[in-house]
């Protein structure tokens, strides 16, 4: 007997803070579908031709690369075809973020100063991050490993009070 072949997947999305998403796709000649990865094995059916995997009972596992596969099973006699991989990131922790200059508690007497420093992210490394320096973005440069670097040229300071430079890093 000919296996089936391996499911099509349509487009998805590939990294997420959600535990739930939803997954459509083809899969010509099956029954059903084998949904395998780090949340267990499962089967979800084939109805003409097409396949819906919801996430909501298989929950994906948080703050890692969730590998999936998916393998058709044969209407005939349940021969299992090629499997199809995909991969979704769930993250759900926040970005690293230093300061490196100005030191916390500088006396700065300008109406303006730059700021520097580094920021990463342990699944998605400096891909993605946006840093803002009170309230104004910041450009990010890519680093060595899961580190980039971020600076903000000339951030207006009201040099007749004191201060606070607020820095966020998003992914």
Known sequence: LVPPPAPTLNAQTTSTKNASVTIT?????????????????????????NFTVDF???????????????????RCDGTRGPPRRTAITRDNQSPNLFIDFPADGASITTSGTDVAGRVGDLLSGYQGL?????????????GIGNNGTFFAAN?????N???TIQVTATD
């Open 25 to 49: 796709g083809t899969a010509m000649g099956a029954l059903s579908v084998e949904v395998s990865g780090p949340m267990g094995v499962f089967t979800v059916p084939v109805t003409n031709n």
């Open 56 to 74: 909501v009972q298989h929950p994906l596992l948080d703050n890692r690369v969730n590998a999936i596969f998916f393998t058709s099973l044969s």
């Open 130 to 142: 946006t840093v803002t320096v009170n309230g104004v973005t910041a450009g990010v440069n890519e």
């Open 155 to 159: 951030v207006p300071l009201n040099p």
């Open 161 to 163: 009070q004191s201060n």
